[in-house]
């Protein structure tokens, strides 16, 4: 197997090499992120909003996410293939296991990424135990947008702060092996980033952290309506799609992205 693997991109943050991510949701995109050096393609469950133009992400089924996540890992050669399980297909732990069974046989996933802390501390468990790479999102979840009263940072006051750096040591000792921190202050994410030995991928998350990912539909600025502060439009800086991407990377790994302009 040629692609990145989870030693790889650990090996990568021991080194201090920042990491790229991208979501992707089809086959001619994956190429595209491929070819450019992006080293995660996460097929991300935003494919409700931006692929199938719905209010959150809430509705996306199983199927759904394997029928993208094949489509990207056909159209891929490198990348390490992430892919979030959506909501409520890891409602239990035994639940948790047969979708992420679906996800790796079924879509090509290498990892899958669960959102959430200490509640999913023994289905992160029994996953790592399986031999299933977990990716843990921690901060802003947009699964949990009505329990979270709407997309807001994540972490802000003290109390937020210290449960999300237990739940990273909770989460990194349950055996995940990535995590993935949204929309939370860039001292936070910094800390976090320090405390655990797995690489940290953040979005609006500040520059501090392993790796960074963003919505591709958001960096190429197609995303309907009003995109988030944290993102930035990478195709009005070159007009051409493969020139945008190669341009993230080449900002994510020279640490020009994110800017404090993008960041908590
Ligand atoms: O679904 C997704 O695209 C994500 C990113 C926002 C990190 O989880």
């Keep these: 197997m040629n692609r990145i693997t989870t030693t790889r991109l650990k090996k990568m943050k021991q080194g201090g090499e920042k990491i790229a991510c991208l979501t992707a949701y089809d086959a001619s995109f994956a190429h595209i992120l491929d070819a450019a050096g992006v080293e995660i393609l996460l097929v991300g469950d935003s494919l409700g909003m931006v692929i199938q133009g719905q209010e959150t992400t809430l509705p996306v089924s199983l199927d759904e996410m394997i029928y993208h996540a094949r489509a990207v890992r ?9 892919v979030d399980m959506p909501f409520m297909a890891d ?17 090509g996933a290498q990892m899958v990424k669960l959102e959430g802390g200490s509640v999913l ?19 802003l979840l947009p699964q949990s947008v009505h329990k979270q009263g709407g997309y807001r940072v994540q972490g802000r006051d003290e109390a937020g702060a210290l449960d999300m750096i237990s739940d990273a040591s909770a989460m990194q000792a349950a055996g995940a092996d990535m995590l993935l921190l949204e929309c939370v202050p860039a001292t936070l994410a910094a800390e976090i980033t320090r405390a655990v030995e797995i690489p940290v991928i953040g979005i609006g998350a500040g520059p501090d952290v392993d790796a960074q990912v963003l919505v591709l539909y958001d960096m190429l ?29 080449q900002a994510v790994k020279g640490g020009s992205f994110p800017s404090s302009a993008h960041s908590f």
């Design 91 to 107: 409602a239990t732990p035994e639940q948790a296991m047969h979708s992420a069974g679906r996800l790796m046989k079924e879509g």
């Design 121 to 139: 501390l023994e289905t992160v468990q029994a996953l790592a135990a399986r031999g299933i790479p977990v990716c843990s999102h921690l901060g």
């Design 74 to 82: 056909t159209g891929s050669e490198k990348a390490l293939l992430m």
């Design 221 to 249: 600025g197609i995303t309907p309506g009003k995109r988030p502060s944290f993102s930035h439009d990478f195709l009005a800086d070159s007009g051409d799609i493969s020139a945008a991407v190669a341009a993230y990377v």
